[in-house]
Each structure stands twice: as structure tokens, then as C-alpha cells.
């Protein structure tokens, strides 16, 4: 049976949830070689649907959702409101979606978010341990035990209420090709997709495009000087991107 969820709802791919937030120590958040922490896989935003498949804990469930592809996805059940919390998403259009990414500059980069406000309640059935001041913490541990950011393709997926595939994997084959026959810049259009298996680059006009990265997190930059430096290391093709190529999708046009 499907259940509604009308509140963001993180998803990992542990079962793992205090390990993920605390650690033995009730401080840490466990983070990769390069400072990443890896269980978040995404975050279900307010309507997206979900099957409860198995229980695992008192409150740990493994589930499917047709918002996210896996096998190992689970969540804190707790975090289901019953009652809409959200308001509704006004009607997309393609202005609404570029006005939203550019309102997201500043925001921290988080592997798998797509909540750019982070979610407070992690904190409440999360706690730090006793005698912990959460606010000593580190600012990017603070991000990641709230799961306050947000990823590159996770940018655009928040913008767009989740109309968008979320992981760039999918992203290269979303919308329609658009033909390299003449420099990048003078064919690009609002919303276009620079992209390859692992980033995107979303263009917002003629003379700008926005990103999510590590170092910077949501930052606008020249879309003239960006290219310039995509292409210094990859180059264009019209489909199938390999680990030394892009395409431009387009996608936008139902708005």
C-alpha cells in the first residue's frame, strides 16, 4: 500500500540511521575520503509516494518509491506526517524554475540533498551526545547531520519539485539532444543541461549558469568562461557521454 508523504523524508541506504548521525562517540557524522558522507541517498520531497516493504527496527523501514530506483533504501518512519505540513508548489514555469535556482546561491553542497533548508527534526531524534554543544560542531557537520544542501543534480530536482530525474545518470538521456552544430553559447538556451555521468551544469540565460560543487556549493559563474573550462577536459557529443565527453539536453519545453 502507498503512503503520501507530506514532509521531506531523508533516504539512506543503511539501515544504519544513528551510526549515520552520531557515531559511537554521538558527535560524528561518518564522511568518506573526500569529506563526503555517503548514506544520504536522496530526500523524498512533500508528495512523492513510497511502499513500506520491510521493518527492520522499531522505527527503521526498507521501502520502494517510484521517485528513486534501488534496492537498499531505507528511512526513520517517524519522519512520515500523517497531516500536510507543506504548502503546495505554485504551477512550474520555466521563469519560476530559474528565479528558484538562483534564490538557492549560497547553498552548501550536500551528497544527496536536495532540501536545501535541511530538515531541523534529524536533530531532535538524532540528538548529539549528552554534554555535546550541536553548535561546537563543525559548520559542514552541522550541514550534513541536518542535511541541509544540496547536490548538482539535487539542485535542479528541489527547483523543479522533483519533475526532473534525480541523479545525472539519467539526466544525460532526459529531454532532447540538442545538436552541437555551432558554438555552445549561441545555441544554449534557459535550463539547458550541460551534463555527464557524475555533474550537471544548468544554464540560466545566455550570459549565466548556476552548479552545485564540493568546494563552492551553489554558485553562479559565467557561462561562457564555464564551457571554456568543460572543454578543456571533455569533449562534446550529441549522445552517449563517455568519461571524456558531455551533452547539452533539453528539456524544458513542456513549461
Not at 23 to 47: V, Y
Not at 169 to 178: A, E, H, I, R
Amino acid at each position: 500500500m502507498s503512503t503520501i508523504v507530506y514532509a521531506p523524508v531523508p533516504v539512506l541506504n543503511t539501515p544504519g540511521f544513528a551510526s549515520c548521525f552520531g557515531g559511537e562517540d554521538g558527535r560524528s557524522i561518518p564522511l568518506d575520503e573526500q569529506g563526503l558522507m555517503r548514506g544520504l541517498e536522496t530526500i523524498l520531497l512533500p508528495g512523492s509516494s513510497l511502499i513500506l516493504k520491510q521493518k527492520i527496527s522499531e522505527h527503521i523501514w526498507r521501502i520502494e518509491t517510484p521517485s528513486y530506483s534501488g534496492e537498499k533504501l531505507y528511512i526513520d518512519k517517524r519522519l512520515i506526517n500523517e497531516k500536510p505540513s507543506i504548502e503546495q508548489p505554485s504551477k512550474l514555469t520555466s521563469q519560476k524554475i530559474c528565479e528558484t535556482l538562483k534564490e538557492l546561491k549560497g547553498t552548501p553542497y550536500l551528497w544527496g540533498g536536495n532540501w536545501p533548508l535541511g530538515i531541523d527534526e534529524m536533530l531532535n531524534l538524532y540528538p548529539p551526545a549528552f554534554a555535546v554543544n550541536f553548535f561546537s560542531l563543525s559548520p559542514k557537520i552541522q550541514n550534513a547531520w541536518l542535511l541541509k544542501g544540496v547536490d548538482c543534480s539535487g539542485l535542479l530536482y528541489y527547483a523543479t519539485n522533483g519533475h526532473t530525474p534525480r541523479n545525472t545518470s539519467d539526466l544525460v538521456n532526459y529531454g532532447k539532444t540538442v545538436s552541437l552544430k555551432k558554438e555552445i553559447v549561441q545555441i544554449i538556451e534557459p535550463l539547458d543541461l550541460i551534463v555527464w555521468k557524475g555533474h550537471v551544469i544548468i544554464v540560466i540565460d545566455k550570459e549565466t549558469c548556476i552548479e552545485s560543487t564540493m568546494e563552492n556549493g551553489v554558485h553562479l559563474r559565467s557561462l561562457s568562461e564555464r564551457v571554456k573550462e568543460v572543454l578543456k577536459t571533455r569533449k562534446p557529443v550529441n549522445e552517449n557521454p563517455s568519461d571524456d565527453s558531455f551533452v547539452i539536453r533539453r528539456w524544458h519545453a513542456k513549461f
